[in-house]
């Protein structure tokens, strides 16, 4: 039993992020900077947040438990959102995170466009093409504003070298829309999403560890659902891909402010998709992400306060 909890132990890319115990309580902070084709997209995400060690114990699963509040903040050349985020770890094989945001959409790069149902938007199309095409008519992109909150749960455990993760998360959001659209398109998700709707995203993740996590090699499949509203004319839909994702452990010193930078890149091809699959895109050309990401505990600007 106990081997078995050792190999469900909390899975970290580094070897040296296992061995760091967090500080009692500490400031700790997290950003992105992403890189997206098919389709096209630059996006910042970045959080900070005051950390509560919820355990004293030496046990795998519970030593590095811990919850989290603070600001966060994403942004885009085409919409930007800021809002509170709060993340609770009660284990190290699970964590729960919500996150409440104001949102605005600038109207560039055919951010916000909208129909009034699924039916319309099925009959007009909402390809890349026609997104485009629609971008510089008058009334079809506009910008606005509203709110957007999610919720998200993270599955994770690890035997040996290998690793799963699952990510699951509800997204909600009400935006101020044109007179009688109650469809918009989600640039994030890729997605159309009802206003004061949900999208259900979920990415699963099997991970293999090289030298000791510093590199890591493996398969990610995303599944995206939208059901279907009450108005009768938008029915439920969803939409599939999967592919190879890598990282690298740049830097890896959980102890220090900047002590963790990664690069990870990842090809996922549409398996199931409106617009992705051939019908305006060829299916041969796969979602793509360059990433760069950096983490570390205590202010930024600061060294993180030893171990109470």
Do not use: C
């Not at 509170?84 to 951010?111: H, Y």
């Not at 895109?281 to 760069?292: K, W």
Request: cysteine-free; glycine content about 8%.
């Amino acid at each position: 039993m106990k081997k078995l909890l050792l190999a469900l132990m909390f899975w970290a890319t580094t070897a040296s992020a296992q061995d760091f115990k967090i500080p009692s309580k500490s400031w700790a902070h997290e950003h992105a900077l992403a890189v997206r084709v098919n389709p096209l997209g630059l996006m910042l995400f970045s959080r900070l947040g005051h950390k509560w060690r919820l355990s004293s114990s030496d046990s795998m699963l519970f030593e590095n438990t811990y919850l989290e509040l603070g600001p966060s903040v994403a942004a885009s050349p085409a919409w930007a959102r800021g809002g509170v985020t709060l993340t609770v770890q009660p284990i190290n094989l699970f964590r729960f995170r919500l996150k409440s945001e104001a949102i605005g959409l600038f109207g560039t790069f055919g951010s916000t466009q909208s129909w009034e149902n699924g039916l319309q938007a099925n009959n007009q199309g909402w390809s890349d093409s026609v997104l485009n095409a629609r971008e510089d008519t008058v009334g079809d992109n506009y910008a606005t504003y509203g709110l957007r909150s999610s919720a998200e749960g993270l599955l994770q455990a690890k035997v040996g070298p290998v690793a799963v993760r699952s990510t699951f998360q509800t997204v909600h959001q009400v935006l101020q829309l044109r007179d009688g659209d109650q469809l918009v398109y989600d640039q994030v998700l890729d997605v159309l999403i009802p206003n004061n709707g949900f999208a259900l995203n979920n990415d699963a993740d099997l991970l293999g560890l090289i030298q000791d996590g510093r590199f890591v090699a493996g398969v990610r499949h995303t599944w995206t659902h939208t059901p279907a509203a009450h108005d009768g004319d938008t029915p439920a839909y969803t939409q599939q891909r999967v592919g190879p994702m890598f990282m690298w452990s740049i830097l890896d010193d959980a102890s220090k402010a900047h002590g963790q930078v990664q690069l990870i890149t990842m090809a996922q091809w549409w398996l199931q998709h409106a617009n992705r699959t051939g019908q305006d895109v060829p299916q041969g050309i796969p979602y793509f992400v360059l990433a760069v990401k950096t983490s570390g505990f205590g202010l930024p600007w600061k060294r993180a306060q030893p171990v109470e």
